[in-house]
């Protein structure tokens, strides 16, 4: 079982930047893909970047391409979701969540979640 931490979030001017950190318990992180999904109010949870169990291949949703970077530290138990160029249309609570299969864009093939941690963009 893997239990996840998301830090990073809060309140910024669009254009700005922040970075989100999820911090994993659990022996085996190193061999789950791991994913970050927004959900805005009223909206249903999607999908934002995946990254492969070793690092090396990455996914993107086209609304965040060339502005948001995924990353892992396996020796840290931690994926990071670094966010440039903020814009309004980003607000939302996001979460990072773990999949056994592979660094999938479905939600369904996700099997743990952590609690989420809001990011506000003002404009």
């Known amino acids: 079982q893997v239990q996840l931490v998301e830090s990073g979030g809060g309140l910024v001017q669009a254009g700005g930047s922040l970075r989100l950190s999820c911090a994993a318990s659990g022996r085996t992180f190193s061999s789950y893909g791991m994913g970050w999904f927004r959900q805005a109010p009223g909206k249903e949870r999607e999908f934002v970047a995946a990254?492969?169990?070793?690092?090396?291949?990455?996914r993107y949703a086209d609304s965040v391409k060339a502005r948001f970077t995924i990353s892992r530290d396996n020796a840290r138990n931690t994926v990071y979701l670094q966010m440039n160029s903020l814009k309004p249309e980003d607000t939302a609570v996001y979460y990072c969540?773990?999949?056994?299969?592979?660094?999938?864009?479905?939600?369904?093939?996700?099997?743990?979640w952590g609690q989420g941690t809001q990011v506000t963009v003002s404009s």
């Open positions: 990254v492969s169990w070793s690092g090396i291949e990455t």
């Open positions: 969540a773990a999949s056994a299969l592979s660094y999938s864009d479905a939600v369904n093939e996700y099997l743990y």
